[in-house]
Structure formats: C-alpha cells, structure tokens
C-alpha cells in the first residue's frame, strides 16, 4: 500500500454558509466563469485519501477509486498521486485511467456487462484482477485471456443478499439485484477452476450498494464472505485477495446525515478479514469526491405560480441528475448577500421536464434574479452523469487549490457538441 508520509493535508470541505473553497472566493470565480459549473477542492480529496490510507496501515491494502464517481483526468491524476489506483466499469474508463497515469497495476476491473472487446483491451493493458459476475464472463475471460497467451487474474463478486439501507437504485447486493452470484454458485466456480486454462480463480468480491450510513450491512455482507473464504481454504483453494468494494456514505444533508468515520469502517474489515494474509482491496468512490465538490449556479428568475413559488436557476437536471433520479437531497445556498426574510421555493431548471427539480418546498433566504447559489456536495455524480438533453453543453469544471483555480474541463460549445454528428449523405445498401 502506498502510504503518504507527510501530515493529513489542510482542507476546506464545503459548509452551507461557505463562501469561499479551498481559499478561492466563489464571488469571484463565478465572476470569472459562465454559470453553471463545477468546482473541486483539491485540499478536501487530498484529505479524505490520507483518513482512510491512516486507518488502512498496517494491512495490505489497496484504494481503488470508483472512476465512475468522478472521471475527470485531473481527479483521476490527484488519486494517481496519492497511490490510488482505479476501479473500472468500462473501456472508456480503462483509457482514462491509464490516460491520467494510474498503473495498469492498481486497476480492478469490474461491472456486470464487460463486452468481449473490452476485456481484451483491459487483458492487453495488463489491468490486476478482474471481478466476474456470472460464469458465461468468466468463460469469456479464459477464451480471450488463451487467445492472448496471457493469464487473467479474477475474483468472483459475491451477491451476499444484503439490504443495505441505501435508495433501491443505489443498492446492489440483494439477491434480486444484477450483480455478482450466489455463494452457491460461486462454490461451484471454485470446484471447477481447474478447467480454466488462463484464468486464476484465487479473489473474492463484494459491493452491496451505495450512500451507507450504519456499519451493520457492511459487517454482515464481509462475515459472510470471510466465513465463504475460510470455506475455501479449507477445501485446498489459495485466495490472494478480497474486494470490500465501497459504499461509504458522505453527508448531503447537514444535521440529518450522519456518516460512518473511515477508523470504524475499517475496524469492520480488521476484524471480518482477521487471519487473512492476501491484499485486501477497497473500491470508495463518492466518499473521496462528494462532499469536495459545488455546483455554482445562478437564479434566472422567481415565478409565482398559483399554489408554488418557483426559484429557475440556470443549472438542470442535465448538469445534476442526482435529484431527479434518486429524489436526492443536496444543500442548496445563497453565497452571499445581506440577511433576508426566509421564502420557501420549489428550486427548479429550465429543462422542459418537471423531473427537472432540485429541491421541492425548500426554504431559502428570499432570492432574487442574479444570485449566486451554491449546491453542496456535487463532487460525485454530478459532472459524470451529465448529459446534452435540450441541446445544453457539459459544463465546465474547475480544481481549486490553496487559492488558485485551474479549469480541468472547459465549457462545451455549441460546435463540440454537434462534433460527431453530421448529414446522412453516405448512403449504404444493407
């Protein structure tokens, strides 16, 4: 494991009444750059890998991020500093991580529908192990691995049906959901591992959902996959890792989430995992980046309708899904501005859905057109699950840095938007 020597960096994670991040006045940035944006600290990310690598000493272990969370080269370069590797879902992400200089020895593989062609380039790319979630993909992975004279190194993904208290959509470890396998089935893998000719069956896997905030489904979901690989060794089968995967909740909602300290969680795994002598490896994605990251947006205009009163701001549903899909709540402020009498606002977008809603009887100091607001806690699927609905471009993204900013995705234009698309002037005879 790679460990920082040096001290926990300073950080300045967002606050609801912040008006500055990671020294930079947000006033001042927003004066600089077109709403809306994203914005990152990178003090907070810095700070949130040294907590869990200290609670992590003495074991081996390895981070992982979950690329998904936050795909960014800039991101992905700051955990490729800190000795983070990658944990992928994609080709896509396979690239950007080697692209931002992670090793292709600190990247796990995983996801339920890894395409042929991506495992060949992962397999080519030489990533550490691959997380197998149904037999038909781990034959997929012997048959390519023998075509390139490689061998895979694989973990199977334990479905341990865990209710992890987190949304329906979030959640990934119950038996109904679509990933990983039985423990059953995953016996009977292990039975007939000797039959694959270049794969080495020797990890487990698990990963039972996201946003957890109680230490329980964690340590139910691990007793049963170490009382799995005790299992295991004691049928004479050798197992050199296990993936905790992630999960870890962060705090969208001040004084109403609480999330579990990085000491505790890994107190979890000491003592589920006690005994055992291979790499342990940990896959957090939205603990790392969530809470370091802003949505900067500005009020168009306040509607008064019959029954609602309506706060439009020119950020959408496109540029932060979170809410629209999962009924998320995150922490909306003004930036600055004198004292105003409280107004409660439905805060909504101009995209031509009533889905796009970020907060619905939201009570706000009174705001007018112009204002500032600040959406806390976007550093995690926020950027990563933008989109172009209504023809709208990606927005920019910024990393701030002890008073210093730097823009790591400059805002698309009209023109990068429509790039790949053109007439259908090539006609072909199907």
């Known amino acids: ?20 991040l990671d020294g930079v006045d947000l006033e001042y940035l927003a004066s600089r750059l077109p709403t809306p944006f994203h914005a990152y600290s990178a003090n907070a990310i810095r700070q949130r890998i040294a907590m869990l690598q200290a609670a992590l000493q003495g074991l081996d272990a390895q981070i992982c991020f979950a690329v998904k969370a936050n795909s ?15 944990d992928i879902v994609s080709g896509g992400e396979l690239w950007r991580s080697l692209r931002a200089g992670i090793p292709a020895d600190r990247i796990v593989f995983s996801g339920v529908g890894k395409s042929g062609d991506e495992i060949a380039e992962a397999l080519a790319a030489g990533v550490s192990r691959f997380n197998v979630e149904s037999h038909h993909e781990l034959l997929m992975l012997d048959r390519i691995a023998s075509s390139q004279r490689t061998l895979a190194h694989a973990a199977v993904r334990i479905n341990p049906d865990v209710e992890a208290g987190a949304h329906e959509k979030i959640s990934t470890g119950k038996a109904e ?40 489904p ?49 107190a979890v795994i000491r003592e589920a995992l006690a005994g055992f002598e291979g790499r342990i490896v940990l896959e957090p994605g939205r603990y790392l980046v969530a809470e370091a990251g802003v949505l900067m947006t500005r009020v168009i205009r306040v509607k008064q309708g019959e029954q609602r ?22 922490d909306i402020v003004p930036v600055s501005g004198p004292p105003r009498a409280a107004v409660t606002y439905d ?3 101009p995209v031509c859905e009533t889905g796009d809603t970020f907060a619905v009887a939201r009570e706000l100091p009174a705001c007018k057109a112009g204002d500032l607001l600040l959406v806390a806690a976007t550093g995690a699927y926020g950027a990563s699950m933008g989109s172009n609905y209504n023809s709208r471009p990606l927005l920019a993204e910024v990393l701030l840095d002890d008073g ?22 090539n006609w072909q005879t199907a």
């Open 347 to 349: 805060i909504v977008g």
């Open 72 to 86: 960014n080269l800039a991101i992905l370069q700051l955990m490729n500093e800190a000795g983070v590797g990658a």
């Open 177 to 216: 959901n679509k990933f990983g396998v039985s423990i059953a089935e995953a016996r009977s893998w292990f039975s007939s591992a000797a039959g694959l000719s270049h794969v080495r069956l020797d990890g487990l896997h698990v990963h039972i959902g996201s946003q957890i905030l109680e230490l329980e």
């Open 1 to 20: 494991m790679n460990l920082m020597t040096n001290a926990a960096p300073r950080a300045e994670v967002p606050t609801p009444d912040a008006a500055s």
């Open 218 to 266: 964690f340590r139910l979901a691990l007793a049963r996959v170490a009382e799995f690989w005790r299992e295991l060794v004691r049928d004479g089968h050798t197992i050199n890792s296990i993936d905790v995967g992630g999960g870890l909740g962060v705090c969208y909602r001040r004084g109403h989430d609480r999330p579990i300290e990085a000491g505790a969680y890994v």
């Open 404 to 425: 210093r900013y730097a823009v790591i995705r400059r805002r698309q234009s009209f023109e990068e938007m429509i790039a790949g698309e053109q007439p259908a002037g």
């Open 309 to 330: 009163r309506f706060l439009v701001v020119d950020a959408a549903m496109n540029d932060l899904l979170r809410p629209s899909l999962y009924d998320a709540w995150h």
